[in-house]
């Protein structure tokens, strides 16, 4: 499967934020899906996972009430949703899959990744 983040931009604190995430090449159904995001000089940080089904969602504890993961299959695009953005937000996310794994936050765990999408957070 390939994938291709899209959305991202600058926006000011308090902001809101759609970063979508297209697949294509595979049935989006076969995977559950992830956004993880990577700040300069920081490691890979998971941001949320939404399953196969898409009844489970996992967020980072961090991130739970402002950010939120969903997926349409139909459209085969997966959506991270993003409120009250905060300047520590800032960062490239990344959308990812994996047939196998299951809100891992191991970012090695996933093998399928898309170009990343910029965030900009200004205060």
């Known amino acids: 499967v390939q994938l291709q983040a899209s959305g991202g931009g600058s926006v000011q604190a308090g902001g809101s934020l759609r970063l979508s995430c297209a697949a294509s090449?595979?049935?989006?159904?076969?995977?559950?899906m992830v956004w993880f995001r990577q700040a300069p000089g920081e490691e890979r940080e998971f941001v949320a996972a939404?399953?196969?089904?898409?009844?489970?969602?996992y967020s980072s504890d961090s991130l739970k009430g402002r950010f939120t993961i969903s997926r349409d299959d139909a459209e085969s695009t997966v959506y991270l949703h993003m409120n009250n953005l905060k300047p520590e937000d800032a960062a490239v996310y990344y959308c990812?899959?994996?047939?196998?794994?299951?809100?891992?936050?191991?970012?090695?765990?996933?093998?399928?990744w898309g170009l990343g999408t910029q965030v900009t957070v200004s205060s």
């Open positions: 990812a899959a994996s047939s196998t794994k299951w809100a891992s936050i191991a970012s090695a765990d996933y093998i399928h």
């Open positions: 939404i399953s196969r089904s898409g009844e489970s969602t």
């Open positions: 090449g595979g049935p989006l159904s076969s995977y559950t």
